[in-house]
């Protein structure tokens, strides 16, 4: 059983940046694909980044294409959210998700479905 724990979030002005992390016990996780996802107030939860195994691969949702940058050690069991020029939009609950049984292969995660579990997640403020 692999358990997830993600740290980073905070409160941050709009045109500002975070980052973020996850950091996964257990062994073998160089060998799954991971995932961002967020759920803001009132909103279903939704992917806004997958990485494949390696981490030579990556998916973008629209809205955060060209300022979330994804990555991944996997020598430290980590995978990473880089998150430039927030906007308020940008507010929700950001939880790390792991491909734990294999769905995608060494493909990269683009649906939530792709991904089996995921963290408690971490609270991203955005204000004006």
């Known amino acids: 059983q692999v358990s997830l724990v993600e740290s980073g979030g905070g409160l941050v002005q709009a045109g500002g940046s975070l980052r973020l992390s996850c950091v996964a016990s257990g062994s073998a996780f160089e060998h799954y694909a991971m995932g961002w996802l967020r759920q803001a107030p009132g909103k279903e939860r939704e992917i806004v980044a997958g990485?494949?195994?390696?981490?030579?691969?990556?998916y973008y949702a629209d809205s955060v294409k060209g300022r979330f940058t994804i990555s991944r050690d996997n020598h430290k069991n980590t995978v990473y959210l880089q998150m430039n020029s927030l906007n308020p939009m940008d507010t929700a609950v950001y939880y790390c998700?792991?491909?734990?049984?294999?769905?995608?292969?060494?493909?990269?995660?683009?649906?939530?479905?792709?991904?089996?579990?995921w963290g408690r997640g971490t609270q991203v403020t955005v204000s004006l």
């Open positions: 998700g792991g491909d734990f049984k294999g769905l995608v292969g060494r493909s990269t995660p683009t649906s939530l479905d792709d991904l089996t579990s």
């Open positions: 990485i494949n195994w390696s981490g030579d691969s990556t």
